[in-house]
């Protein structure tokens, strides 16, 4: 199966040719894909070299103008090392643009911590006004691209990565999706980790959410599964543990409720190898998962 | 006072504008620095008028220097942007004037800034999205200051609108001698090193600024590094 990266340029390719507002911004990581667009759209495909506070700064340009910016590279590049641009130059400007990261969480081990960016969903958290897309399988990635590229001058970032789902779903841009209803709790598992957290949990008698679209924070779905599930709640999210607690907890704050978050640990691991690696590690494998779930809605299944 | 809809303010009139701000001292040799280039700017170069703010084919000014901008506002409100009525109020809570601008509440004002180092980067993406749109007469300036310079995303601005061929791009750098370290070589050699178009002119001369303004350039950005007494003068 390819790769939810391996559809951006030519998603995003074909938009150039369909949509005369689409701009792509690179600095070089990316830029082969972009190859035969450069040269039909040689204005609308600017790669910056390895120039990122420029590559940000140069779409909220190009957003002045009336363009749809579309930024990317790995996410610590993108929205780690230039942040105060994505605060400045797009927040405080406020114009918009679309952020495409690669590498995620740990998509490259063997590359080691300065390719990661677990925080990056956490850091955007900061800023106001963003939407975040988390898809779970290279069909949703190259629907949620439309979709993040269509949406007017919104700012949007989509969080491409090389973990996935066996089976995409269908996603609109905006709701949570019931996979699984239960009564002891609900489980929100966000874009890749919905494989896992379905083979965690069964047998257990919990709702599952599937989450591909984190910000806005679908609320009203998380209220409603709880009326029949109650209102404990685990979050299990590919990158830094606990990042939408806050807004789980917004959204139930009419109701005393409990919420577990799951995702990548803040501590730097310093280890290489294989993501299937990197998952255990971070207790985000469909093993650590089960008894971490099941121990804290009291709901645990016979093995 | 007179009226900011009259448009009868010249040159004469920019001191007293500028005093009717206050509360901003510390920044009040940055602010004077940029007057004489401002104005130059707005009275003579730029194709701009309050009336062509959402006109494509406009000329635009990005004052990345946004600290001390007591000037700007004083030539926003002598060329009819702002009213003058604003003034007095500067930096006050229900003021659109802070000491740093924002564009949203500024009209006239391309960028908010006041961070340094933002301006260049977004005036070549500004340079990039017209050129896309075939918009080849605007002219695009963004103001920074020498110590400013200094930031690395300006560098990193430069390095690319020189061999990019950005020839709707200018700069001008208000050279007040403020940085710690003097850039060996000079200001214009850091430009022209990267395939710039640079003149350095005395930043108080009206005739020899509004040379260098309109000085050909073609194929290349160009920088006009504008020299004024030092900021510890």
Redesign the interface.
Known sequence: MDTMRDRFAPVVSRLLDEDPRVAVVLAEIGRDGFAEAARHHPDRVVNVGIREQLMVGAAAGLALTGLRPVVHTFASFLVERPFEQVKLDLGHQDLGAVLVSAAASFDWPAGGYTHMAPGDVALLDTLDGWTVHVPGHPDEAETLLRHAVAAGDDKVYVRLSVQSNGQALPVDGERFRTVREGRSGVVVAVGPTLDTVLAATEGLDVTVLYATTVRPFDGAALRRATRAAGTDVVLVEPYLAGTSAAAANDALSEVPHRVLGLGVGRRELRRYGQVAEHVAAHGLDARSLRERIGSFVGAAAPA | MTNATDMTHTYADLPGLMGLMTGDEKHGPAATSTLDVLWVLYDRVLRVSPGRMAD?ERD?FLLSKGHGPMAYYAVLAAKGFVPVEWLPGFGSYDSPLGHHP???LVPGA???SG?L??G??????????????G?DEPRVWALIGDAELDE??NH??I??AGPAGLDRLHTVVVDNSSATYARPGGIAARFEAAGWSALTVDGRDHEALYAAFTAPHPGRPHVVVARVEPKSA
């Open positions: 494509p635009r924002d564009r949203t391309e960028i908010g961070s180092g933002h260049l980067p977004i005036a070549v993406g500004t340079a990039l999205g017209l050129r896309a749109q918009l690395g995303s990193e601005a390095a690319f």
